[in-house]
């Protein structure tokens, strides 16, 4: 294995430990906290609430086309839009686009202040720049994104239901009584687990991209794309290792 990746990996463990300090004004931290937790959450629910509503819908009309056996019942589509959606497709698909949106706009946002000189000016007047930059964005992401993951789960099963009862696939007693019969707490739970996993590394992957950005403005730029591409590939990576885990 390349040893860059050691040393990159070690000066992100590095760049997390930095954090670990008392922010200097708590009332600062706390608003800076809310607003990032706004940028986060009522940021990204539209993209969320489009793409949850149309893989569940999705997932149905494909599920119906595959299953042409008049043996097996029509229930069963809604046990197969329930269980992908809070196994995987909520999750899953949820954070890779959060790791778009929200990831660029994290490497971009403290990318900018690093080429302007903000970050030494931080640095210069004796503050812990990446406590005050880097950590309110990472705990809004672990409050917000597990939300937007139990939002995204509840539109897909809904968008799942929708798309069968307009098409007149099934009917909508057959979905909920498909999506009742296999339901698991375990299931819920591990899809949450997951969800905070993920918006961990969406939140800290960023962060360090665009905390150690150089460059200029073009090095903002690969920062963004830097962020977006290792985030989504780790999210994939711990996604089977949480498989491996827990199931």
Same mark, same amino acid.
Request: glycine content about 8%.
């Given at each position: 294995?390349?040893?860059?990746?050691?040393?990159?990996?070690?000066?992100? /463990?590095?760049?997390?430990?930095?954090?670990?300090?008392?922010?200097?004004?708590?009332?600062?931290?706390?608003?800076?906290?809310?607003?990032?937790?706004?940028?986060?959450?009522?940021?990204?629910?539209?993209?969320?609430?489009?793409?949850? /509503?149309?893989?569940?819908?999705?997932?149905?009309?494909?599920?119906?086309?595959?299953?042409?056996?008049?043996?097996?019942?029509?229930?069963?589509?809604?046990? $197969?839009?329930?269980?992908?959606?809070?196994?995987?497709?909520?999750?899953?698909?949820?954070?890779?686009?959060?790791?778009?949106?929200?990831?660029?706009?994290?490497?971009?946002?403290?990318?900018?202040?690093? $080429?302007?000189?903000?970050?030494?000016?931080?640095?210069?007047?004796?503050?812990?720049?990446?406590?005050?930059?880097?950590?309110?964005? $990472?705990?809004?992401?672990?409050?917000?994104?597990?939300?937007?993951?139990?939002?995204?789960?509840?539109?897909?099963?809904?968008?799942?239901?929708?798309?069968?009862? /307009?098409?007149?696939?099934?009917?909508?007693?057959?979905?909920?009584?498909?999506?009742?019969?296999?339901?698991?707490?375990?299931?819920?739970?591990?899809?949450?687990?997951?969800?905070?996993?993920?918006?961990?590394?969406?939140?800290?992957?960023?962060?360090?991209?665009?905390?150690?950005?150089?460059?200029?403005?073009?090095?903002?730029?690969?920062?963004?794309?830097?962020?977006?591409?290792?985030?989504?590939?780790?999210?994939?990576?711990?996604?089977?290792?949480?498989?491996?885990?827990?199931?």
């Amino acid at each position: 294995m390349n040893l860059s990746f050691f040393y990159y990996f070690g000066h992100y /463990l590095l760049f997390l430990k930095s954090m670990l300090s008392k922010p200097e004004k708590t009332r600062i931290f706390f608003k800076r906290l809310l607003e990032e937790m706004y940028k986060i959450g009522i940021g990204s629910l539209p993209i969320i609430a489009i793409t949850s /509503l149309f893989i569940g819908a999705v997932t149905t009309v494909q599920t119906a086309y595959q299953l042409v056996s008049p043996l097996i019942q029509k229930s069963v589509i809604g046990t $197969i839009v329930s269980d992908s959606t809070l196994l995987e497709l909520g999750p899953t698909i949820s954070c890779l686009v959060l790791s778009g949106k929200v990831g660029a706009h994290i490497a971009s946002e403290i990318g900018n202040m690093r $080429i302007s000189e903000q970050i030494d000016a931080l640095d210069v007047m004796g503050i812990n720049a990446a406590a005050y930059l880097a950590m309110p964005k $990472i705990l809004a992401g672990l409050i917000m994104i597990p939300l937007l993951n139990i939002i995204a789960i509840t539109l897909s099963i809904y968008g799942g239901y929708t798309a069968g009862e /307009l098409s007149g696939i099934l009917k909508h007693e057959e979905f909920i009584s498909g999506a009742r019969e296999t339901f698991k707490g375990f299931t819920v739970f591990f899809s949450t687990v997951k969800a905070f996993t993920f918006a961990f590394i969406i939140t800290s992957v960023s962060s360090y991209q665009g905390f150690y950005t150089t460059g200029g403005a073009l090095g903002v730029g690969e920062s963004s794309t830097r962020a977006v591409v290792y985030s989504s590939v780790l999210v994939l990576l711990f996604d089977y290792i949480l498989a491996e885990i827990l199931l």
